[in-house]
């Protein structure tokens, strides 16, 4: 069973900054890996993707510019370093992976269980 283990989230200000990592016991013929997150009351929207091949990357809009995701295919890991943190960022964040195309967002099969980022004022 393929299992996915997300940490680094925390409590950070406004503006700061927070590194996330997600170590997967396996990429299972995964072709991409990708960040969610979920705020409370809203539904979870994507975050961020990487090509474990290739290295491309992708973005959602809301995040662009402040946030980038990295892989270490040696390591079987994901990161996610989120600069310039908004209060709107606060959320569970999610890794997960797909055998499909990254934004075919209902193909992620394997989810990892979640860590809280909390932005403050």
């Known amino acids: 069973q393929v299992q996915l283990v997300e940490s680094g989230g925390g409590l950070v200000q406004a503006g700061g900054s927070l590194k996330l990592s997600c170590a997967a016991s396996?990429?299972?013929?995964?072709?991409?890996a990708g960040w969610f997150r979920q705020a409370p009351g809203k539904e979870r929207e994507f975050v961020a993707a990487?090509?474990?091949?290739?290295?491309?990357?992708y973005y959602a809009d809301s995040v662009k510019g402040r946030f980038t995701i990295s892989r270490d295919n040696a390591k079987n890991t994901v990161d996610l370093q989120m600069n310039g943190l908004k209060l709107e960022d606060t959320a569970v964040y999610y890794c997960?992976?797909?055998?499909?195309?990254?934004?075919?967002?209902?193909?992620?099969?394997?989810w990892g269980q979640g860590t809280q980022v909390t932005v403050s004022s």
């Open positions: 990487v090509s474990w091949s290739h290295g491309s990357t």
């Open positions: 997960a992976i797909t055998r499909r195309y990254y934004s075919d967002y209902a193909s992620y099969n394997y």
């Open positions: 396996e990429r299972a013929f995964s072709s991409y």
